[in-house]
């Protein structure tokens, strides 16, 4: 059975107006049009899908909110795959065209602003980004190798930066590379609202009754759970859902939200957009490292500026749990990680 376009987006619209009439106008549906596909969907589950109260709107039913929440779960894991084909589409065009606008290739850890960022930078500058997700030390590798221009990592204040750090070490090239100060933001434990389970740190992974989602191997936010599940002496072996993974943030909060996990790691604005109650752990600053004799490039520039504006800054303040207050400083590695060796890179 294949789901028809129209009524996921009709779902997501009668989830956030609380109007069919609305809703069907927004997706671009007669009410009439709109109806008979809930009315089509309802006899095929078996179910209504949606509940009209008079006088107070319509609201999605369980089933109604679970489709709903799959599929957007669905679409969170295929993101980053999907934003990857994109650039290396858009790479392949532009080197088949003329092409008179700066390109610049961002190889990066998933991060919310980033595809933000992008949209900015075309629109006020005029500059391509060309933004391929890949987890935090593989896109440091990838700059290393010249295969992109700017590699995006974060890493945890605090005690568990010096854990971290060792994985990013072999890449981090103290006398070639500078680093951009793009956003602090929050990291902490996913669960469902009201937390049902009493979860309040990974020490209560430890039970077959708690289902866990976890981040993709070689990514940021994989090497912070490993690193706290070390410190609190645990081991992935017998939690239950370890080597089940997700790519991305939203797709861990969607899991979770769909009721196909209990408990997850991941950032604090992606909780608040699917409703889940957030219990932070730690604090992270995502950075983008690139050689310094790149830095006089026009289009590094203008990245650089476009962080440094007050539009960034704002855009960044729509998500919960960041903070653009240093976006933009221009950083040496040995200024926040004076541990590193001097031959290092």
Not at 108 to 123: E, P
Not at 129 to 135: P, Y
Request: hydrophobic content about 40%.
């Amino acid at each position: 059975m294949q789901l028809e376009p129209n009524l996921l987006r009709l779902l997501e619209a009668i989830n956030s107006h609380k109007k069919l009439s609305t809703a069907a106008q927004e997706t671009g549906l007669s009410y009439r049009h709109a109806w008979g596909i809930l009315e089509k969907w309802t006899e095929i589950f078996g179910m209504p899908l949606v509940t009209l109260e008079r006088g107070k709107g319509a609201f999605l039913t369980t089933i109604g909110e679970k489709l709903l929440l799959t599929a957007q779960r669905i679409q969170n894991r295929l993101a980053p795959q999907l934003q990857t084909l994109s650039a290396e589409m858009e790479s392949d065009i532009n080197q088949m065209l003329p092409y008179d606008k700066p390109v610049i290739r961002l190889h990066a850890s998933h991060d919310l602003v980033l595809a933000q960022l992008r949209k900015m930078l075309l629109k006020q500058r005029g500059s391509c980004l060309n933004l391929q997700f890949k987890g935090s030390v593989d896109s440091l590798i990838s700059l290393s190798r010249s295969r992109c221009d700017i590699a995006g990592f974060h890493i945890p204040t605090g005690s568990l930066s010096q854990r971290i750090l060792a994985h990013y070490r072999p890449w981090l090239k103290t006398r070639l590379y500078k680093l951009i100060y793009l956003v602090q933001r929050q990291q902490g434990i996913l669960v469902a609202p009201g937390n049902p389970l009493n979860i309040h740190s990974l020490t209560d992974l430890p039970s077959t009754k708690i289902r866990f989602i976890n981040r993709q191997n070689g990514s940021g936010s994989r090497l912070l759970i490993d690193a706290l599940l070390e410190e609190a002496g645990l081991s992935g072996n017998n939690i239950n859902g370890y080597d089940t993974e997700e790519f991305t943030h939203f797709a861990v909060a969607a899991t979770i939200a769909s009721g196909n996990a209990d408990f997850g790691f991941g950032i604090e604005a992606a909780a608040h957009q699917f409703g889940l109650e957030f219990i932070p752990q730690l604090t992270e600053i995502y950075y983008l490292a690139l050689r310094q004799d790149t830095l006089d490039q026009p289009a590094v520039q203008e990245l650089v500026h476009s962080i440094n504006s007050p539009e960034f800054r704002t855009m960044v303040g729509t998500f919960t749990g960041y903070d653009a207050t240093r976006a933009g400083e221009l950083i040496s590695i040995r200024e926040i990680f004076p541990e590193l060796s001097e031959t290092t890179g």
